[in-house]
């Protein structure tokens, strides 16, 4: 893979060139950021910037401006090769929190392992409904300790709404969720993106995780999809190098909260 050629287009199509992840969702391109808004249940964020280093503070504290008026806590979404290379300083100095940095990785679909089956005893079902929502919502805060209210939102939205642009799947032992994931389509482009893959504490370690993102992958390749992209916890890079993803780039959520 050329590195450098597909962390362009990377940019170029799902950061410069972003869509809204959902229908509560739009895309605002200001200066040289590129930011989405939404509802207080959606994701908002800085997903793009082109800065130098004597307009990236005003351009912060723009930034802070626009969200804290309208009472967003909200994200910017910095990744390594980012200028200017002092970013996630000022961003701290202007009080953004930095969350753990992960690994940005992007895989050819045609070269990636597609084979790896779910472990005896898990089947693995499309969510397509409400009820399916929910299971992936339990498991998500199962597996992570967070809230799922978010995610309940935007998967239900988005199934509703246009029901192209994702696909989600949950594990099940039984009747019980184990595992969950999605994958983020974006028409237009040739990346897909996975995200949300957790399984819960006491099925770890049976490839479960292996599975769905082997699942996700037939999916994209099914519709087209040149390239699938995750941004990896240092416990899945691993499994995902195995399966055929290189690592190109580390991306760090920086959080302010008005």
């Not at 802070?64 to 290379?85: M, Q, T």
């Not at 992007?106 to 898990?122: F, N, Q, R, S, Y």
């Not at 019980?176 to 996975?194: D, H, I, K, N, Q």
Request: no cysteine; proline share 5%; charged share 25%.
């Amino acid at each position: 893979m050329d590195h450098a050629g597909v962390l362009a287009l990377f940019d170029r199509d799902m950061r410069e060139g972003a869509r809204p992840d959902g229908p509560d969702a739009r895309i605002e391109r200001v200066g040289r950021v590129v930011r989405q808004v939404s509802s207080e249940h959606g994701w908002n964020g800085v997903v793009w910037s082109g800065l130098d280093a004597a307009g990236a503070d005003a351009a912060i504290a723009a930034q802070i401006a626009h969200f804290s008026g309208l009472g967003r806590e909200f994200e910017w979404k910095l990744y390594g090769h980012d200028l200017p290379v002092d970013l996630g300083q000022r961003l701290r100095a202007a009080g953004f929190v930095s969350q753990p940095e992960e690994t940005l990785m992007i895989g050819e679909v045609a070269d990636l392992t597609m084979d790896a089956e779910p472990p005896e005893g898990i089947r693995v079902l499309p969510v397509t409904d409400r009820a399916g929502v929910d299971l992936v919502a339990r498991v998500h805060e199962a597996a992570f300790g967070t809230d799922g209210s978010r995610l309940r939102h935007q998967l239900l939205a988005q199934l509703t709404s246009d029901a192209d642009t994702v696909v989600a799947v949950v594990a099940l032992a039984g009747d019980t969720p184990v595992s969950a994931a999605r994958m983020e389509l974006v028409p237009g482009t040739r990346f897909a993106g996975l995200w949300g893959g957790g399984t819960v504490e006491g099925w770890r370690g049976r490839g479960i995780y292996r599975a769905l993102v082997a699942h996700r992958a037939r999916a994209a390749a099914a519709r087209g999809y040149r390239y699938l992209q995750v941004d990896a916890m240092s416990s899945s890079r691993p499994i995902l190098e195995r399966l055929g993803f290189e690592p190109l780039t580390t991306t760090t959520p920086y959080v302010y909260t008005p």
